[in-house]
């Protein structure tokens, strides 16, 4: 079974530059994540999807960044304009329905200069 | 709210020492699940156990162990016989269940096991 896919692995962009990641979760998982994981702290969950429904949102800075979940299978997370406190590694994570357990992507680490 | 706390932020051991990891939790919630992942340098989160909090039963799995108490809201983690291949981020991780399955992250502990 294949696992979580997530592109690019590095991005280097300037500040106020726009960057866009993406994600294909395992086949027939109907739930995904987005984390949000600063150097040295643990993962923050930015936004969840049921299918191609929003869960939770309630810690994506809805200013900057977006997210969608087309026809429910891949999703993109996009920041627009970036700033340097977004420099992080960026997960994406999937779960079946019902599933706790939640099978993790290699993540797209992402500097800001 | 609930929290996870991991208060050793790094371990250096030598091969072969046992070593344990600390994990407190706080949940007003009765029903969740704990769970401990591992980072290695690549990135990748690795599942490495999810425990309901209905079943405080201790796990062995090779040379992991897990000890749950509910009495002190912990759930640590110990590794026998370490190895360098165990060097790696641990994280232990909440799950309120019925709340869209949201995990809430300690901070890590960052394990160093030298040869």
């Known amino acids: 079974e294949a696992g979580v896919a997530q592109s690019p692995r590095y991005k280097i962009i300037e500040k106020r530059q726009s960057v866009a990641f993406w994600c294909n979760p395992i086949s027939g998982h109907a739930t995904l994540y987005w984390y949000q994981q600063i150097l040295g702290q643990g993962p923050k969950l930015l936004i969840q999807f049921q299918n191609n429904g929003v869960v939770d949102d309630s810690q994506l800075p809805k200013d900057r960044f977006s997210a969608e979940r087309l026809k429910g299978v891949d999703s993109t997370l996009k920041i627009q304009p970036a700033k340097l406190e977004d420099s992080a590694v960026y997960l994406c994570a999937s779960t079946d329905r019902g599933g706790n357990e939640q099978y993790f992507g290699p993540g797209t680490r992402l500097t800001v200069t | 709210a609930q929290k996870v706390t991991q208060a050793q932020t790094e371990i250096s051991v030598v091969e072969k020492e046992d070593v344990t990891l600390d994990c407190v939790y706080e949940?007003?919630?009765?029903?969740?699940?704990l769970f401990w992942y591992k980072q290695p340098p690549s990135g990748e989160l690795v599942f490495l156990i999810r425990r309901n909090s209905f079943d405080e039963q201790n796990e062995i799995s090779g040379r992991y162990s897990w000890n749950f108490q509910k009495s002190t809201s912990s759930f640590n983690f110990t590794i026998t016989a370490s190895q360098v291949v165990d060097s790696a981020v641990y994280f232990c991780?909440?799950?309120?269940?019925?709340?869209?399955?949201?995990?809430?992250f300690g901070g890590g502990t960052r394990l160093m096991v030298k040869p």
């Open positions: 991780a909440l799950i309120r269940r019925n709340a869209g399955n949201m995990l809430t």
């Open positions: 949940t007003r919630d009765t029903t969740y699940y």
